[in-house]
């Protein structure tokens, strides 16, 4: 469609104030919703999609799947409609850049950020997935970011909710380089092919590369299915271990092989950001160090020297001394050393034994593991090790007093009683719980999850005072302050409690109004002529007594009309003209009925009239009048012309 101007009115609702973007299906505009006051991202179908039942369908899923989901990292969907010949979704705006425009200018990203970042794509991904709902398009450019690094996942125009499948059997539904490998065969997909889009993505943070890239999305969609990924590492050697061998878990071609779930996922990242936090270098490996050569007995080769040459490899000596290379060549009395000398070795060896022992006595300890621990629990273990403990806390989405991270790591040596720094998460940090009374159900979660809340359960009341659908008051109340993440209770109103209609058929016009009244009703009054009850008096009412309506439903009730009266007039001797005539002026009809007659006199002529002349009748009944019809034959004794004279 062409580009709609600044300030035009989608709807008469949704005021357009910039353009956003465009996508393969629509374009987005920054509008202002001119009932709530509030900035909305407004979307609307490319004109050329809007007569394909498919596209419309597919545009009409994004908007169902998407307000299902009522979720801190997915976008809120508030309204549909269609406006000027094409279908529209508004939903939240969401300032900031998307995870691709991140990648772009600063990847690759630190690893604990690159973590914090996929754990909460993997929380909206769960969300949709608990609810039957597989995204199949996970990718940076439906990911948006804000400067505080929330994330919210957007953009559910090809989600496939529980089995129904829209695409065409064989199709691929997605984006070339995080299609998952049984995506790109265009077989059936399941959340596990979620799963492995939010590897590439996690692939793509840490490297700034995605891992497979060619110049057509038919050789990157071959890759998928047939290629082994490449090592993060090998785009950048800093990469954590652990970290690498997640992302190469969560990209394995075979789902079954994937991990299970969003759960699993979550897991392996938090404990993998539990061993970065704590210290552990990106990317250090285990070195391998020979072993010490231990020098040779002047007195000969003891069994821990020739052990020691054995057991070190090309790192001892392994040569004996020379004295020993043939004993042929020794001097006989050197061979029978005297006892003493025997002695002298001997204590030299253990000489050397104690200043060994002496000088690798340990004075260090083993510093235990205790990220992941409650800080009391953390304290007292590091304790019982001989280490002192000190606390240094930082604001963290994890639990309060659990511990993030320690200096020295779990399983490094320390002084004995050396002081180990613990970090120790001290909440997400206070927030005020925003006033969202007024607002409807829906709307009122989104403002809750903008300030970092979550609606845990919505309780529904009768209210005399606030409409229905709209939020009464929420537990914590407005102005509270709460950590961030803190669950919310709703409560929204079912408007006033139900009222019975009473029964005021048979009761006088104002009587009924009054009783009515009452109940708080509002009335509408319609008369009908009637002569079978009193002028004024109730003959119906709509809806009929004991209907429950809310207070300020209308009632319509039907009120008796009296019906006005005529006298007849007089027609003998006037033509049937004239009779029809003097019939319609005093309000009433004329049926008319021949008689055959033979005196010229009587052609045309009423003959008779019933009801007769001066009886009071019925506004607009008939009256049956007889009109002579000339004939030149009498007619046979006993017969009657159609109007009922005798022949």
């Not at 490297?207 to 497979?212: A, D, I, L, Q, S």
């Not at 996922?265 to 020979?290: K, N, S």
């Not at 806390?393 to 309060?400: D, G």
């Amino acid at each position: 469609m062409s580009e709609i101007p600044t300030d035009a009115l989608i709807d008469g609702r949704y005021k357009v104030l910039t353009r956003i973007g465009s996508g393969g299906m629509a374009d987005v505009y920054c509008a202002e919703d001119q009932q709530l006051g509030r900035k909305i991202a407004l979307k609307l179908l490319h004109r050329r999609f809007a007569e394909d039942a498919e596209f419309v369908e597919r545009f009409r899923r994004e908007a169902s799947a998407a307000a299902s989901l009522q979720h801190p990292n997915v976008v809120g969907v508030y309204d549909r409609g269609e406006w000027d010949g094409t279908s529209y979704i508004a939903m939240e705006y969401l300032p900031g850049r998307s995870l691709k425009d991140v990648i772009r200018q600063e990847a690759p990203l630190d690893p604990l950020r690159a973590i914090d970042i996929t754990v909460q794509i993997l929380k909206a991904a769960r969300f949709a997935h608990r609810h039957g709902i597989v995204h199949r398009d996970l990718k940076p450019h439906n990911v948006m970011v804000d400067d505080e690094d929330r994330v919210k996942v957007t953009d559910f125009g090809i989600a496939r909710a529980g089995a129904s499948d829209m695409t065409e059997t064989g199709s691929i539904m997605g984006t070339a380089q995080y299609l998952s490998p049984e995506q790109a065969q265009g077989h059936a997909v399941s959340q596990s092919s979620d799963l492995y889009a939010v590897g590439v993505i996690l692939f793509e943070l840490l490297t700034g590369h995605v891992p497979f890239d060619a110049d057509s999305a038919v050789s990157i969609a071959l890759k998928h299915v047939s290629e082994p990924p490449p090592a993060p590492s090998a785009f950048d050697p800093s990469v954590p271990p652990a970290l690498e061998a997640i992302v190469l878990w969560a990209l394995e071609k075979d789902p079954a092989q994937r991990p299970a779930d969003a759960d699993a996922f979550i897991r392996a990242l938090e404990d993998a950001r539990d061993a970065v936090a704590a210290g552990e270098a990106p990317g250090q490996r285990t070195a391998i160090f020979a072993p010490a050569a231990i020098p040779p007995d002047p007195f000969g080769p003891t069994d821990e020297t020739l052990a020691a040459a054995a057991v070190g490899g090309a790192g001892a000596a392994q040569a004996p001394p020379p004295y020993y290379a043939d004993p042929a060549l020794v001097d006989p009395l050197e061979r029978r050393r005297p006892w003493w000398a025997w002695l002298l070795a001997a204590l030299a060896l253990a000489a050397i034994v104690l200043g060994i022992v002496l000088l690798t006595r340990p004075d260090s300890v083993t510093v235990p593991h205790v990220v992941g621990q409650d800080v009391g629990a953390a304290t007292a273990q590091l304790r019982a090790a001989g280490l002192q403990a000190t606390v240094d806390r930082v604001t963290s989405s994890r639990p309060v007093d659990r511990v993030l991270a320690q200096d020295p790591a779990g399983g490094d040596r320390a002084k004995d009683g050396g002081t180990v720094t613990l970090t120790v998460s001290k909440g997400p940090g206070p927030v005020q719980v925003p006033s969202v009374d007024g607002l409807r159900q829906r709307e009122a979660t989104a403002a809750l999850s903008d300030a970092g809340l979550a609606v845990d359960r919505v309780v529904h009341q009768d209210d005399d005072t606030v409409p229905r659908g709209q939020v009464i008051k929420t537990s914590p109340a407005a102005g509270t302050t709460v950590d961030r993440g803190s669950n919310v209770t709703l409560f929204v109103s079912n408007g006033p409690q139900p009222v019975k209609v009473p029964n005021v058929v048979n009761l006088t016009k104002q009587a009924a109004q009054q009783t009515l009244g009452d109940q708080g009703f509002q009335v509408v009054v319609t008369e009908q002529g009637s002569d079978a009850a009193d002028p004024g008096t109730v003959l119906r009412q709509e809806p009929a007594a004991g209907t429950e309506l809310d207070p300020g439903s209308t009632v319509t009730i039907v009120v008796a009309r009296a019906i006005p009266t005529v006298f007849v007039p007089d027609l003998a001797g006037q033509g049937a003209q004239e009779a029809a005539d003097t019939l319609t002026a005093a309000g009433l009809v004329a049926h008319t009925a021949h008689r055959d007659v033979t005196d010229p006199s009587q052609d045309g002529i009423v003959l008779e009239q019933k009801p007769p002349a001066g009886q009071q009748v019925r506004s607009g009944s008939a009256v049956r009048i007889v009109v002579g019809r000339l004939t030149t034959r009498a007619p046979p004794p006993g017969r009657t012309t159609p109007g009922g004279a005798s022949r």
